[in-house]
């Protein structure tokens, strides 16, 4: 009601994605202005054997002195950012190389330099070996695979990946886990503010407390669905306009276009056969399932929580009392995100089997058991029985609602809770 | 005509009954005072008035018919526990309230401007409630009660919370609610406030309703026969010991713009107060003489048993 016309609402939604979006190009936007200067290094090469390791690049320009050059001659001259000195054949004494500088140098310049030296000695060394044809039986060694897995599937078997799969459950599986908490806090806080401005009793005079109470939830629900409405769309519309411009080429558009796409461009054999399979996994996973999954646990999930989370605000006069019965219900999220991140090395196992059908926590394990592949039945199951408890919890949290929120300066146990469950209307 | 019946309410929490078998008669266009000293049931009667919470046997009629849920749009309800949202805007919190109580936007509206008129606070529309005084918010909270206009009104300690000047224009107000056919419940501590606009009270201790009726009708009934008279210095009126003849016993003596003054009380209730001014006549010059009738704070303490929280 008065929540989406706060101030901080349209800022926190309309800034959130930008920020997610920024985060991601940080990097991005780190490389394109971090090239920015030229460092010299003068290398002392007293042994003369290594004139052809280090090679200029965008970062280093690399000068090299045959002549011996002394301490106090390289103390004196601070014009280079680095100089590197070897003195005897590293072959024979590992230790004859050695970095001064005026400055501390960066760990990047000091591993760019150890590697250039240690490929370089590892192929002189290779040679000295004298084997005909080498390179090649050093290229011929190199083996690369790559697993397909298949699901075997009534319409067809499908190429999967556990790693996507995977990477699917858990961000579903956060989404709700993040949800849950944020707008289940939302509804306890304002739950509790109309508590402590005592607004309440007016408000039960003119309008039922449950449908106070359910209007409360319905409201702060379909603002978290605004607001993920929102995000959605300025994360895709920001992401895909910071990737044009930052040139950074993204996957877009629905997995299907793009699958024919790919196949005709297979077909053409012009494509990567890497993304080709990318792709064709992507197809795997059943994303209508996913999503309509996501909305209807997300929904019951929400009801159930947030009927709690409104029951815990009417019984308490203040924040800090929200505590006694916030651990237990912080502990059921907690472990059933714990449940969920190990439901995704087993999904079949006994664990998450019975945690995606307990109400509690299935919202937030049976999302990463999905993108494995779950039998309808068993879906079914599980978002009849968390339906039928988020109903029940509402009938519950109306009971402690109606008596808590006109009950002041007291905080109760959980027996008494359960005796004001008891009184009658 | 009654107006609001509340017959034979029974509630009964966990640990204790808050309201025991208690009958109010609220007649119509009246102003009904519920007395009763902190804990003794009075908001848990409002409440199943309101329909907050039901009782656990009894029946409130209203109007003569059993009151429904609906009913709440006809009742405006200021709450002990009150308070507003703090965030929102004068207009806008009048408005939702309002609404909720089922008048029309635009109704609503002129609802509103004619009570900012009335207590000359247009420009406080606007504003937000957290920027304004206590004092301030106060009214708004009686407007929005009595938005709606409605035939029932019921009020909480209404005048907790308010200096002398507002609490009288809040009385003032209140009265005028009454002139013009509401029926009005009044819920206090503050026994001056009652004598001045209570017509009837019912006291409610201990979860039962002890004393009902009217106002002066429970002045008179609890009157102690007790008579305040001057008569003039020269003369004195003999403080005897009690003996089973006295007419009238002297319980204080003082002095007042230069006459005598005692208390005296009349031994025997069906004394007439003429026999009892020929008694006196025949001792002094009697000057004044006049019936002390006992306040409510009196009556109430008398009733309860225990001293009385003013505030």
Redesign the interface.
């Given at each position: 009601?008065?929540r989406v016309r706060?101030k901080s609402f349209l800022v926190m939604t309309l800034l959130t994605p930008i920020l997610m979006v920024l985060l991601c190009c940080i990097p991005a936007f780190i490389t394109l202005f971090d090239n920015g200067e030229m460092r010299y290094v003068t290398v002392v090469d007293q042994t003369g054997l290594y004139r052809d390791v280090f090679v200029n690049d965008d970062e280093y320009t690399y000068n090299y002195l045959n002549t011996e050059t002394t301490a106090e001659q390289m103390r004196s001259d601070e014009e280079p950012y680095a100089y590197i000195v070897i003195n005897d054949n590293l072959l024979n004494n590992p230790d004859a190389m050695t970095i001064y500088s005026h400055r501390q140098v960066t760990t990047g310049f000091e591993s760019n330099v150890t590697n250039r030296m240690e490929d370089f000695l590892h192929d002189q060394k290779l040679a000295s070996f004298d084997i005909p044809n080498l390179p090649q039986i050093i290229e011929e060694s190199n083996v690369n695979i790559s697993v397909n897995s298949i699901r075997f599937d009534k319409e067809g078997d499908t190429q999967t990946s556990a790693g996507l799969a995977t990477a699917v459950g858990m961000i579903s599986t956060f989404i709700i886990y993040m949800f849950l908490f944020m707008y289940g806090g939302m509804v306890m806080n304002s739950v509790m503010q109309?508590k402590t401005?005592?607004?309440?009793?007016?408000?039960?005079?003119?309008?039922?407390?449950f449908y106070l109470m359910l209007g409360k939830i319905i409201s702060v629900g379909l603002v978290g669905l605004t607001q993920i409405g929102i995000w959605v769309i300025l994360i895709v519309g920001l992401g895909l306009a910071a990737s044009v411009a930052l040139g950074i080429p993204m996957l877009s558009g629905n997995e299907a276009e793009l699958l024919a796409q790919a196949q005709a461009m297979g077909e053409a054999s012009t494509i990567d056969p890497d993304m080709l399979g990318m792709v064709q996994t992507l197809a795997g996973i059943d994303f209508t399932q996913i999503l309509v999954s996501l909305i209807l646990y997300f929904i019951g999930g929400y009801v159930l929580y947030a009927s709690l989370f409104a029951a815990i605000g009417s019984a308490v006069d203040n924040e800090a009392d929200t505590n006694q019965f916030m651990i237990p219900i912080t502990i059921i999220i907690l472990f059933a995100f714990y449940v969920g991140l190990f439901s995704a090395e087993n999904p079949e196992g006994a664990m998450a089997w019975w945690c995606s059908m307990i109400p509690f926590t299935s919202p937030i394990v049976m999302m990463v058991r999905i993108p494995f592949g779950v039998a309808l039945w068993e879906l079914i199951l599980s978002i009849v029985l968390l339906f039928a408890s988020a109903v029940g919890m509402t009938w519950v949290a109306a009971r402690i609602y109606?008596v808590g929120i006109?009950l002041?300066g007291k905080k109760p146990s959980y027996k008494e809770l359960f005796?004001w469950i008891k009184?009658?209307? | 005509m009654y107006y609001l019946e509340a017959r034979n309410i029974v509630k009964q929490?966990?640990s204790h009954k808050a309201l025991d078998d208690v009958t109010v008669r609220v007649p119509e266009n009246h102003i009904y005072g519920l007395l009763g000293p902190n804990g003794a049931g009075k908001t848990t009667l409002i409440?199943i008035i309101?329909?907050?919470?039901?009782p656990?046997s009894g029946e409130v009629y209203i109007n003569g018919r059993l009151s429904v849920?609906s009913d709440?749009?006809n009742?405006g309800?200021l709450?002990e526990?009150?308070?507003?949202?703090?965030?929102?805007k004068v207009g806008e919190q009048l408005l939702?309230?309002a609404r909720?109580?089922g008048l029309s936007r635009n109704d609503a509206k002129q609802q509103i401007k004619h009570w900012l008129g009335k207590f000359d606070i247009q420009e406080w529309e606007k504003k937000k409630v957290e920027e304004l005084s206590k004092g301030m918010q106060q009214k708004i909270?009686f407007i929005?009660t009595v938005i709606h206009r409605p035939k029932l009104l019921i009020f909480d300690e209404p005048f907790s919370g308010f200096d002398p000047v507002n609490a009288n224009l809040l009385k003032n107000e209140i009265l005028e609610l009454r002139n013009q056919g509401a029926t009005i419940i009044f819920s206090t501590h503050n026994m001056s406030s009652v004598e001045e606009i209570c017509d009837e009270i019912t006291l409610i201790n201990r979860s039962r309703a002890v004393l009902q009726g009217e106002i002066n009708a429970i002045r008179q009934a609890h009157k102690k026969h007790l008579f305040k008279v001057a008569y003039s210095h020269d003369t004195t009126i003999p403080g005897y010991t009690l003996r089973s003849n006295d007419i009238y016993q002297v319980m204080e003596y003082g002095q007042a713009g230069g006459c005598n003054t005692a208390i005296v009380r009349k031994c025997d209730a069906s004394t007439t107060n003429n026999e009892l001014i020929a008694a006196m006549m025949r001792e002094c010059q009697l000057n004044t003489f006049e019936e002390i009738l006992p306040s409510m704070n009196e009556i109430f303490i008398d009733t309860v048993g225990e001293p009385v929280n003013k505030d």
């Open positions: 009601m008065s706060k109309e401005n005592r607004i309440v009793e007016v408000m039960v005079s003119s309008v039922k407390p109606r006109l002041y005796k009184y009658k209307a | 929490y966990a409440r309101n329909h907050i919470t039901g656990d849920p709440v749009e009742i309800y709450p526990e009150r308070g507003l949202y703090k965030k929102m939702y309230l909720l109580k909270q929005a």
